[in-house]
Structures are given as C-alpha cells and as structure tokens.
C-alpha cells in the first residue's frame, strides 16, 4: 500500500446522560447485575495466552467487601520474564507494521468501546472500582475512547514533523519506537489511564509489560478483552499481576528495558527514578521515564469571587469519585467576606448528598478503594478532635462494616500549614483556611505556591480580572493544569492536555502530542543524490 493517508478527525466522545428511562440506563443497569451475579476466574495475559498460576486473590467492590466477583491469579518473577520475554519476541513485527495499521486497531477500540463494550467497561469500572455510572461513563467509556482517537492524530502529527532540505539533499526523520519495551505501571483511580499507559507506547510501536493496580485488575481484564477484539497482535500487550518489589526486580534490571509509563505515587515514583539510575549501565540506552504522580490541588477564591460557583466548585471537584482522583480539590483558600457564604452552601450540599452502592443510581458518593485507604483516612479525621487549630465542618464519620465508606469531610483549619493542607490524603476530605480579606491578594497566593511540594492542578476563582492576572503568573509553577473560574478537575483528552510538575509529575501532557512523542526515538537521514568526487573546497585554490 502506498499513499499519504489522512486519519479520521477525532472530536470528543458525547457523554452520556444515564437519565431515568434512557436506554444506555436500562443496559448498564443489567449489565452491572449481571456482573454483581457471578464470579469469573481472571488470568494473566501473556504472549496472547490466558496464563493461571493457582495462587488465586478474591475481588470484591470496595462498597460491599463481604461479596466477592472474582479471582486473579498472582503471578511470580517467572511471569514477569515471560512477559518480557513475549514483548520482545513480538517486537520487530509490530515496529515494522505500517502505521495506519496500527492507528486502524487503536480506531477500531474506540469504536468497540462507544459500542458494544461501553456497558460492561463501565459497569466494571462500577463494581471493582466503586463509581457512579456518570463518574464512569466519563472515564472508563469517554476518556479512553478520547484516548485512542485522538493520539491517532496525534501520531500522524509527530511523523509529519520533518526537517528542511537543500537542493541535491534529501533531509528526513522517522520516529522509530524505543529499542527495547515500555514498562507500564498504572493506578486504580482511572480506568481510562489504565488503558492508555500501555496503549500509547503501543501505537507508536512499542511492546509493552503493563502491571495494573490489584484493586482494578476487574476492570482491567476488560480493557485486555477490548485490545483482543480491536486485534492488538500477541504479545504487544502483555498484562500481569504481580506486587510492585517483585516487577521492579526484573524489570529494572533488564538490558532491554527501554522506559515506563507510569501513575501512582509521589514516593513510588522516586524509588523507581532512583533504582532506575542505579542500574544505567545495564540497559541499551537511557530509558524514558514518563510518570504523573501526587497532587494537593487548590481552590483560592479572591473577595471579588462568585460565593455560589466556589462552593459547587468545591462539591464536585473535592468530593466527585470519593476524592480519590490526582486533580481533586483538597484545600481551600476563602477571604473572609465570603467564608460564612461558601460554608452554608456547602453544608446543605453535603447534607444532600447520598451515599451508597452505585448500583443505586441516586447515590453521589460511594466507598474508597479499600480498607488501607479507609484507615489512613479515618485516622487524619479523628486527629482533628484532638488538635485546637482545626475542626470539622461537615461529615467526619467513617464506616467500614459493609463497605469503606467515609462522608465527605469538610476541616476547617487556622494554621495554613496544618497537616491536611499539607499531605495528599487521596479521598473526601477538603480543608479550608479562611484568609483575611484585607490581607494583600498577592501574600495569600505566596502562600498556596508554597504550602505543598505538589504542582498538579489548582484553580482561581475571581470576578477581578486584575486578580485573575496576578494569580495565573504568581502560581506559573503551581499547577500544570491551572483552571480560571472553574473546578480544578475534569481534564478532556484534546482539550486540557493532563499532567504537573515539581512533585506531581514530568509533565508529558497525556492526551496530547507530547506524551507520545516520548515513546519514539528518531533517526535523522540525510540523503545526498549527487555526491562530490574532490576532496578540495574553493577556498583552497591559489
């Protein structure tokens, strides 16, 4: 085949309203009993084979612990070398398919997942993860079809990107895929992220060893069926469910591992760039290393701002998903003026709030992810009886008998540097420091860029557009995704390329042109047509 192939333009994928009475409704609504019904066996998937290893773990939703759904099966270091082992043996064949076959199996995943696979992708998502149909039909359906699309185009655009030529000279670049294979290590908060960390090293060619959390390997099975039936080769996508220490051994000690794709931690991802660094001269090349990590995500509010929009700001964005997103507001900044305003607004949002299993359509807020991340919760909310610079607000109470469930929590602090200001706690707690008014503007904003290590994502809130000004230069470095009158969270895929920096993170932008680009290598030809036949310049002449 030959030809300059146009790719269809991506436009982002309508989101779906789930409303009573709509037929998407009806469907996921069945689907989800369905899967709530039985218990299915989970393998491993490597070199295109369904691989058991006996030592099973139960899955069960984190908003009903008692119930179980189903069994992974944990792998060992021997599964992490065949993984390894699959990858590389399928490497030379993918890396020499042409591109528009490979941008045609990641077209035909979206197209399966806004069909046939959206139900059960979300009710997946619903049951292992514990979201609402809407906060799953954002991400598991909307976000990776957005996903695969889009970094379609966005690959054509990288290998469009080619340098000028004189005459007699033929200057090119093809953006060849690393040599060696991509490592993707990928949280439980997201399956759209879950996807697309090992599927966008794929396009570009790469083959990849992908390690999910163990808290959504359920959703995570369905992401490797999706890939099956867009027709991802053997052996480009190899997914295995081992602990993080078990991986690290292998991997990072692998001559041919060529990079990782990674989103968790702050401290996981330090350890990684550390034993990475401390084993360069094993490997081929340098590797990439391309990671979103933690984030204390702000919400400051100027005296000239909206008390109602801040307020619903601080519903959805701190409390949608349980908190439990990188981007979600968890301190707040409010003058004084507005505070009494903006807490009785939220006060009756949260007594509004229900709480439950997302099998029940009206339940806003469900459980966190697990008895871990329960505790840790717990154990931050109780300290703050104890302590005279804070109090709660709203919420505070934990319950864990059928399933982890904490109230969105409201704490409302005196000392700007108090722990929850500080700390990533990753689930529905906000703290709030309320400012005084007439401080200068400019003295609050010093503060919110120096309180936390992060630089994820923030948002202003502001009716001044001179205060609008000064915050977006002061916080230049705060937030890499910065959000003027809006909540901090809710990124779309060609819209608001995702990601931040200091301790948050590269900032690779996934969902757009950079991140991808991490994930080739380029080679420069230079082709001369007639080449000279004297070695003698001009200038040499008498």
Same mark, same amino acid.
């Given at each position: 085949m030959s030809g300059f192939f146009n790719v269809p333009m991506p436009v982002n994928e309508p989101v779906k309203?789930?409303?009573?009475g709509s037929k998407e409704r009806e469907e996921l609504q069945r689907v989800?009993?369905?899967?709530?019904? $039985?218990?299915?066996?989970? +393998?491993?998937?490597?070199?295109?084979? =369904?691989? /058991?290893?006996?030592?099973?773990?139960?899955?069960?939703?984190?908003?009903?612990?008692?119930?179980?759904?189903?069994h992974f099966h944990q792998g060992d270091a021997d599964h992490v070398n065949q993984a390894i082992n699959a990858a590389l043996a399928a490497r030379e064949e993918w890396a020499n398919m042409p591109w528009q076959s490979r941008a045609a199996i990641f077209l035909k995943a979206a197209e399966l997942l806004a069909g046939p696979f959206r139900a059960k992708m979300n009710a997946a998502t619903m049951l292992g993860q514990s979201k609402n149909a809407y906060q799953a039909e954002i991400d598991a359906a909307?976000?990776?079809?957005?996903?695969?699309?889009?970094?379609?185009?966005?690959?054509?655009?990288?290998?469009?990107? $080619?340098?000028?030529?004189? +005459?007699?000279?033929?200057?090119?670049? =093809?953006? /060849?895929?690393?040599?060696?294979?991509?490592f993707a290590l990928t949280p439980f908060n997201f399956t759209s992220?879950?996807?697309?960390?090992?599927?966008?090293?794929?396009l570009m060619g790469n083959v990849v060893v992908w390690k999910p959390a163990n808290t959504q390997i359920y959703s995570a099975n369905v992401l490797m069926e999706l890939f099956k039936a867009a027709g991802v080769p053997d052996g480009v996508i190899n997914l295995v469910y081992v602990d993080g220490p078990t991986a690290g051994e292998v991997i990072f000690k692998h001559r041919d591992f060529a990079g990782i794709h990674f989103t968790g931690s702050t401290g996981v991802f330090n350890n990684i760039w550390k034993t990475i660094g401390e084993n360069l001269n094993r490997y081929r090349g340098y590797p990439r290393i391309v990671g979103e990590t933690g984030g204390k995500d702000f919400i400051v509010a100027h005296p000239s701002a909206n008390a109602k929009e801040v307020a619903v700001a601080i519903s959805r964005g701190a409390f949608e998903f349980q908190g439990q997103k990188c981007s979600?507001?968890?301190?707040?900044?409010?003058?004084?003026?507005?505070?009494?305003?903006?807490?009785?607004?939220?006060?009756?949002?949260?007594?509004?709030?229900?709480?439950?299993?997302?099998?029940?359509?009206?339940?806003?807020?469900?459980?966190?992810?697990d008895e871990k991340s329960f505790d840790k919760l717990k154990k931050f909310i109780d300290n703050v009886a104890n302590d005279p610079e804070a109090e709660i607000i709203a919420g505070g109470k934990c319950d864990k008998s059928k399933g982890y469930f904490i109230e969105p929590t409201i704490i409302k602090s005196s000392d700007p540097a108090y722990v929850t200001m500080c700390e990533e706690l990753f689930g529905p707690v906000l703290t709030v420091y309320v400012y005084d008014e007439n401080t200068p503007f400019e003295d609050t904003l010093t503060l919110v860029d120096s309180t936390s290590p992060y630089a994820l994502t923030g948002a202003i809130f502001s009716s001044d557009r001179y205060a609008i000004e000064l915050a977006t230069k002061k916080l230049i470095h705060s937030a890499g995704n910065f959000y003027i009158n809006d909540k901090p969270t809710g990124a779309v895929v060609g819209q608001q390329p995702f990601g931040g920096a200091r301790a948050s993170g590269t900032n690779d932008k996934a969902g757009s042109v950079f991140n991808l680009i991490r994930w080739t290598s380029t080679r420069t030809i230079k082709e001369t047509f007639v080449p000279p036949v004297d070695y003698r310049y001009p200038f040499l002449a008498k």
């Open positions: 309203a789930y409303a009573p989800y009993k369905e899967l709530k019904g $039985q218990q299915i066996d989970i +393998p491993m998937h490597i070199g295109g084979e =369904e691989v /058991r290893s006996g030592n099973t773990v139960a899955i069960a939703p984190p908003h009903d612990h008692k119930h179980v759904i189903g909307c976000e990776l079809i957005d996903f695969f699309r889009f970094n379609v185009k966005f690959m054509t655009d990288i290998y469009a990107i $080619q340098p000028e030529s004189q +005459p007699g000279i033929w200057n090119r670049m =093809e953006h /060849r895929p690393l040599e060696g294979f991509v992220i879950a996807g697309n960390l090992p599927a966008a090293p794929a979600a507001a968890s301190r707040a900044y409010i003058p004084s003026n507005l505070w009494e305003e903006i807490k009785d607004y939220l006060i009756a949002d949260l007594k509004s709030f229900k709480m439950g299993d997302p099998e029940d359509f009206s339940n806003f807020i469900n459980a966190v992810i």
